[in-house]
């Protein structure tokens, strides 16, 4: 099995940052693509940041200058920095990532989420 964990959400005033991180774990050969998610209540699940083997990345034009999303492949971790946190930014946020396991081939997984409230 492969399983993401989720860590980093919290609650942050507006303007502030916070680091989340999503660390995997199990039967990895290869971790290819990695993205960052989001669910605000009563709002469809949006692709917020995503980051290839390579590391180039893409991002909503709604974080696009706020969030930075990276990753270290020795650790099987892949990170999203936010900063100038907004109100609108509250959600709960997931991390995804196209894994090729050495028992299971090509898999997507998903984390279990982790909330982060922006308010004052």
């Known amino acids: 099995?492969?399983?993401?964990?989720?860590?980093?959400?919290g609650l942050v005033q507006p303007g502030g940052s916070?680091?989340?991180?999503?660390a995997a774990s199990g039967r990895i050969f290869r971790i290819n693509d990695m993205g960052w998610?989001?669910?605000?209540p009563g709002k469809e699940r949006e692709l917020v940041a995503a980051i290839a083997s390579g590391g180039i990345t893409n991002?909503?034009?709604?974080?696009?200058?706020?969030?930075t999303m990276s990753r270290d492949n020795g650790k099987n971790t892949?990170?999203?920095q936010m900063n100038n946190l907004k109100p609108?930014?509250?959600?709960?946020?997931?991390?995804s990532a196209?894994?090729?396991?050495?028992?299971?081939?090509?898999?997507?997984?998903?984390?279990?989420?982790?909330?982060?409230?922006?308010s004052s």
């Not at 099995?1 to 959400?9: I, P």
């Not at 916070?18 to 999503?22: E, I, Q």
């Open 18 to 22: 916070l680091r989340l991180s999503c």
């Open 98 to 118: 196209r894994v090729v396991s050495t028992t299971l081939g090509n898999v997507e997984v998903w984390g279990q989420g982790t909330l982060v409230t922006v």
């Open 88 to 95: 609108e930014d509250t959600a709960v946020y997931y991390c």
């Open 37 to 40: 998610h989001r669910q605000a």
């Open 78 to 80: 892949g990170y999203l």
């Open 1 to 9: 099995q492969v399983q993401l964990v989720e860590s980093g959400g």
């Open 59 to 67: 991002y909503a034009d709604s974080v696009k200058g706020r969030f």
